[in-house]
Every structure is written in structure tokens, then in C-alpha cells.
């Protein structure tokens, strides 16, 4: 899908990017337990858990900036809301240690700053086993004057940047920084600079977009063209042909190119017809094959991070879905924790598979 020169070249691009990001920014912090220290909590009886070491990390929106900026891209400037509380502080000293423009996050005493609480204990064969998550997040929409600095912002990054990334994190609708305003102002921007790249991914609601350049994966095409799965039982893997169909039809549904994700077995590429509405060319893009133990945690976010960076980069669509398996089958193979990819290590792979 790529050759190992188009792919240098690709990637020597990516420290000359700015790129805009909107979504809900989490702070993913880690409690690592040591189950050799023991104590009784005095007034429940209960064992206190001792913790002996916190790592602090940017999520969600945040997976995606530690991905790009592990690839060497120049930098990243997002359009979030954060509480004023020490969660925000903490995340902030995290993206500091990045190439990061703080400058348009908006913090609203009234939020939270969403964050995943994360206990690690001991696996009995080694590494880190995470125990259950404990969520701080929002239950209501943000507030109109909130809401109104929001878009101001989101319209300022966009026009300042090469390419904005659309992350709806959220399952609920409102409750995040991605709503129903800010899905009409997207439509805006997009259709006043066609030419620009706005890529989007949206956990519970991706069918509702109509702009841009969508990431579904296969099972929420399927949905979004009315297939039912049963409560507390996987949906089958469809076949390839199944997945390419469903892919199709969502991006005639959307109106819009797409990446739909199939993990391991790669992705599928549906681009623009002649018209330059969607449900022209569709290519599979395969993914690359990894050994051993995997974590698929952030894989769709650090492919996200890899597509994006490529065709800001120059890369054609399908040169940049390899771009992003290739990012996502480094990263599934770091455990108890968020993986990254660097350049160097894409070269590796690409000639581990290909040489």
C-alpha cells in the first residue's frame, strides 16, 4: 500500500504540521498498587490498597496528541472544556511536556475535567493488570455562554491549522464538547474550506455527521444501516465482502469519504466518486500482522494519528490508512498502558513485514 520511500517521505513531513483537535480531553491517571504493602482502614475494616506510584496522562482527545506527537508532529493546538480543579492542573503539566498550544481550552468552574482513574495491579506473570476504572465525568451539556466560547475558538483552529481532528468521545448526547451546535458549526466550517481536512470519529454517534472524513468501524457501519446485535453477545466479525458492502452503503447514508477500522484485519478506504460525494473507489488497506500478547486500548486513536499526519503530509488516502496500520500495530503491543509509535519504529515494522 505504501513503499518504503513514499513512507520516509511521508514521515519527514510531519514535524512541518499544525493540527487543530476538538473533543473531550481526559486525564487517564494510574494507580499502581503494591500488593506486599498491607493495611486495615481503622474505621470500615476493609484492606486500604496502597498505592506507590501515580502516572498522569492526556486521554481520549489526549491518546490522540501522545500519538502524534510521538510521530514528530510540529504541533497541536485543541479546543476542549476542563473544570478549574486540580484534575486540570494535573493534565495540564502532561501536555506541557508536548508541542502543545494551550491557549484555546476553555475552563469552566462549572465542569469537571473528565478523568479515568485507573488501578494497576500485578499480573501473576508479570507486567500490569487493570482492575476496575473508576470515571469522573459530566452529566449535563456545557452552558450557553460556555458553549458559545467554544465555537469561537474551534473556528479560530480551524483557520489556523493545516487539518482539524473531530473526536467525540461521549456516549451520552450533550454531555461532552461535542453536541448538536457544535456538530452544525463543523458542517460550517467544512462547507466554507472544502479543500481542508476535517477528520471525524464519534463512539456513539458517527452516523449523524455529514461533513468531512469519517473513522467508523465495521460494527458501527452495520448499525447505522439498522443491523441488531444482542445484548452481552459480540456481533459476529463480518467477512470482508459483508464489511466492504456495509462501508459503501454508510458512506452513501453520510455522504462522506471514510476509513471504516476492521482491527487486525486492517481497514477499509471508501473515497469520493466523481461528483465528490461518497461511495466511489473502495480499497483495503490490510493490516499488519503482530505476534505475541496484544492491548487494543487506543489503537483507533493512534491510527487517527497516522492517517491524519499522512495526508496533511501528502499522502494519498489509501497510502495513509497504511500509515495508520502501521502506527496502530505498534502500539497494541504495549501493555498497561497507551502505546505510541515513533517513525523509526514504522520504518522497522514496514521492513520487518516487507523486507
Given at each position: 500500500m505504501i513503499t518504503l520511500e513514499r513512507l520516509q517521505t511521508v514521515l519527514a513531513q510531519f514535524s512541518k504540521l499544525s493540527i487543530g483537535l476538538v473533543g473531550d480531553l481526559f486525564l487517564d491517571r494510574?494507580?499502581?498498587?503494591?500488593?506486599?504493602?498491607?493495611?486495615?482502614?481503622?474505621?470500615?475494616?476493609?484492606?486500604?490498597?496502597?498505592?506507590?506510584?501515580?502516572?498522569?496522562?492526556?486521554?481520549?482527545?489526549?491518546?490522540?496528541?501522545?500519538?502524534l506527537a510521538a510521530l514528530g508532529v510540529g504541533r497541536m493546538t485543541p479546543v476542549t472544556v476542563l473544570g478549574d480543579d486540580g484534575q486540570a492542573y494535573?493534565?495540564?503539566?502532561?501536555?506541557?511536556?508536548?508541542?502543545?498550544?494551550?491557549?484555546?481550552?476553555?475552563?469552566?468552574?462549572?465542569?469537571?475535567?473528565?478523568?479515568?482513574?485507573?488501578p494497576l495491579?500485578?499480573?501473576?506473570?508479570?507486567?500490569?493488570?487493570?482492575?476496575?476504572?473508576?470515571?469522573?465525568?459530566?452529566?449535563?451539556?456545557?452552558?450557553?455562554?460556555?458553549?458559545?466560547?467554544?465555537?469561537?475558538?474551534?473556528?479560530?483552529?480551524?483557520?489556523?491549522?493545516?487539518?482539524?481532528?473531530?473526536?467525540?468521545q461521549v456516549n451520552e448526547e450533550g454531555w461532552g464538547v461535542i453536541g448538536p451546535a457544535v456538530d452544525e458549526h463543523l458542517a460550517k466550517l467544512a462547507a466554507r474550506s472544502p479543500d481542508k481536512l476535517m477528520f471525524i470519529d464519534s463512539r456513539a454517534h458517527i452516523a449523524q455527521f455529514r461533513c468531512g472524513t469519517l473513522k467508523p468501524n465495521v460494527h458501527e457501519c452495520l448499525a447505522a444501516l439498522g443491523a441488531k446485535s444482542k445484548q452481552g453477545v459480540p456481533d459476529a466479525v463480518p467477512t470482508i465482502e459483508a464489511s466492504t458492502e456495509a462501508a459503501?452503503?454508510?458512506?452513501?447514508?453520510?455522504?462522506?469519504?471514510?476509513?471504516?477500522?476492521?482491527?487486525?484485519?486492517?481497514m477499509l478506504v471508501v473515497e469520493a466518486d466523481a461528483t465528490g460525494g461518497a461511495g466511489g473507489k473502495t480499497t483495503v488497506a490490510a493490516g499488519y500482522q503482530v505476534h505475541g500478547p496484544i492491548d487494543p486500548v487506543g489503537a483507533g486513536d493512534s491510527a487517527t494519528a497516522g492517517i491524519v499526519s499522512a495526508l496533511l503530509a501528502g499522502a494519498t488516502r489509501v497510502e495513509a490508512a497504511a500509515v495508520?496500520?502501521?502506527?496502530?500495530?505498534?502500539?497494541?503491543?504495549?501493555?498497561?498502558?497507551?502505546?505510541?509509535?515513533t517513525p523509526a519504529q514504522l520504518v522497522a515494522r514496514w521492513q520487518e513485514t516487507h523486507g
Open positions: 494510574y494507580l499502581e498498587l503494591d500488593d506486599d504493602l498491607h493495611e486495615l482502614s481503622i474505621e470500615t475494616g476493609l484492606e486500604a490498597y496502597q498505592i506507590t506510584r501515580i502516572r498522569n496522562s492526556p486521554g481520549a482527545l489526549g491518546t490522540i496528541m501522545n500519538n494535573d493534565l495540564s503539566r502532561a501536555l506541557a511536556s508536548m508541542p502543545v498550544d494551550q491557549s484555546h481550552i476553555i475552563r469552566d468552574p462549572a465542569r469537571l475535567t473528565p478523568t479515568y482513574t485507573k495491579r500485578r499480573a501473576p506473570k508479570g507486567g500490569w493488570a487493570e482492575l476496575n476504572r473508576l470515571d469522573l465525568r459530566n452529566c449535563a451539556p456545557l452552558g450557553a455562554e460556555t458553549e458559545a466560547k467554544l465555537l469561537a475558538e474551534l473556528t479560530a483552529v480551524f483557520d489556523a491549522t493545516d487539518g482539524l481532528i473531530v473526536l467525540d459503501r452503503r454508510f458512506a452513501e447514508l453520510t455522504g462522506c469519504p471514510l476509513y471504516c477500522t476492521m482491527s487486525e484485519r486492517g495508520g496500520n502501521l502506527t496502530a500495530s505498534i502500539t497494541v503491543q504495549q501493555l498497561g498502558t497507551t502505546g505510541t509509535a
